[in-house]
């Protein structure tokens, strides 16, 4: 395949959406950047990769996202190694599934600091350099949940939310500049998200339901990627869950309010 990008830096690429934004960028790019917190995943998804595509240069570097200096250390660390992305994958991201007043304030500190901060801080630091190449490309994993308050998932719904507006404005302020930016917004993908994010002692009533619903991951990074060479804004990926994101947008906050205080509860057991 021709190459498409020279850096392409993904997060939370130990595992689920990142590790498969790395196999499918891998044909691509000359070179990849993974970051996550969990640096064996990453180092045998590497080894992995550069005996798959021989002359494709991998770097790993460990970083906990949830800890502001530690993302000061890795936009230190890029510059440091030379390395100015012109893909930036922003998919690391955190969850927690309960009542908002039972939750531990540190694991809602992560979620906002992973979610948010260290998502939108990355966007900070790539740019200037993206502007002075004349080309880049920033894709922001958000998610279907953004489109509504979920009861339940407060927090993560709320932040899901900022990654899709954000993304969206900052579309419009660097268009000029030759950058492309996109929110990706799947709904139910199975990775060990959904696992990571439930509570001990808890389970998920929705997940039969969900079933049907799932979208492969690699089915959704494909058409994330499409759609961000497409220079599209948004995107939902599967027919079902764009379907469903469009009857979201138009259905009246009234009705919404009604569904979701119907909908089934996080239980314990």
């Given at each position: 395949m021709p190459l498409k990008y020279d850096t392409a830096l993904m997060t939370g690429a130990s595992a689920g959406l990142g590790e498969e934004f790395a196999h499918q960028?891998?044909?691509?790019?000359?070179?990849?950047?993974?970051?996550?917190?969990?640096?064996?995943?990453?180092?045998?998804?590497?080894?992995?990769?550069?005996g798959a595509y021989p002359g494709l240069e991998v770097h790993v570097l460990e970083c906990?996202?949830?800890?502001?200096?530690?993302?000061?250390?890795?936009?230190?660390?890029?510059?440091?190694?030379?390395?100015?992305?012109?893909?930036?994958?922003?998919?690391?991201?955190?969850?927690?599934?309960?009542?908002?007043?039972?939750?531990?304030?540190?694991r809602i500190e992560e979620m906002l600091e992973v979610n948010v901060r260290a998502l939108t801080r990355l966007c900070h630091s790539v740019i200037p350099a993206m502007k002075e190449l004349g080309r880049g490309a920033?894709?922001?994993?958000?998610s279907l949940a953004g489109l509504v308050p979920i009861p339940d998932m407060a927090?993560?719904?709320?932040?899901?939310?900022?990654?899709?507006?954000?993304?969206?404005?900052?579309?419009?302020?660097?268009?000029?500049?030759g950058l492309k930016v996109l929110a990706l917004c799947p709904g139910p993908v199975h990775t060990e998200f959904g696992e990571v994010a439930l509570r001990p002692g808890h389970r998920d009533p929705d997940l039969g339901f969900q079933e049907w619903f799932c979208?492969?991951?690699?089915?959704?990074?494909?058409?994330?990627?499409?759609?961000?060479?497409?220079?599209?804004?948004?995107?939902?990926?599967?027919?079902?869950?764009?379907?469903?994101?469009?009857?979201?947008?138009?259905?009246?906050?009234?009705?919404l309010r009604l569904i979701l205080a119907t909908r089934p509860r996080r239980s314990e057991g």
């Open positions: 960028l891998a044909a691509c790019s000359r070179q990849l950047v993974l970051v996550s917190r969990r640096r064996s995943p990453m180092e045998d998804l590497a080894r992995i990769l550069r906990d996202l949830a800890k502001p200096e530690a993302v000061e250390q890795l936009v230190g660390a890029l510059a440091g190694r030379g390395l100015v992305p012109d893909l930036l994958v922003n998919n690391a991201g955190l969850g927690d599934y309960g009542e908002f007043t039972s939750a531990n304030w540190e920033i894709l922001n994993v958000s927090v993560y719904a709320a932040t899901k939310s900022y990654v899709t507006s954000f993304s969206e404005a900052l579309r419009l302020e660097v268009r000029e500049s979208v492969d991951k690699g089915q959704v990074v494909a058409e994330g990627l499409a759609a961000l060479e497409g220079g599209k804004a948004r995107h939902y990926p599967g027919l079902l869950v764009a379907v469903a994101a469009v009857a979201i947008s138009l259905a009246p906050m009234a009705l």
